[in-house]
């Protein structure tokens, strides 16, 4: 929140099972994030699994700070 408010553009990414949390906390604090969401999980996922995840998010994340 802090960069965004000094005009960084900032993007959230948050696995799907938290992206309900990642909006709740950002409006409790008054910010509407650009929030990028991927596959859950993250942790405990080959290497192989985090890079598909990645190759996927590139387009939206594109999306989202152009």
Do not use: K, S
Request: hydrophobic residues 50%; contains cysteine; neutral net charge.
């Amino acid at each position: 929140m802090a960069l965004e408010a000094r005009g960084v553009p900032c993007v959230v990414v948050a696995t799907a099972d938290f992206e309900d949390l990642a909006r709740r906390l950002a409006a409790l604090e008054g910010f509407d994030p650009r929030l990028l969401v991927v596959e859950h999980p993250l942790g405990g996922v080959a290497p192989e699994g985090v890079a598909r995840r990645a190759r996927r998010a590139i387009e939206p994340l594109l999306g989202l700070i152009r």
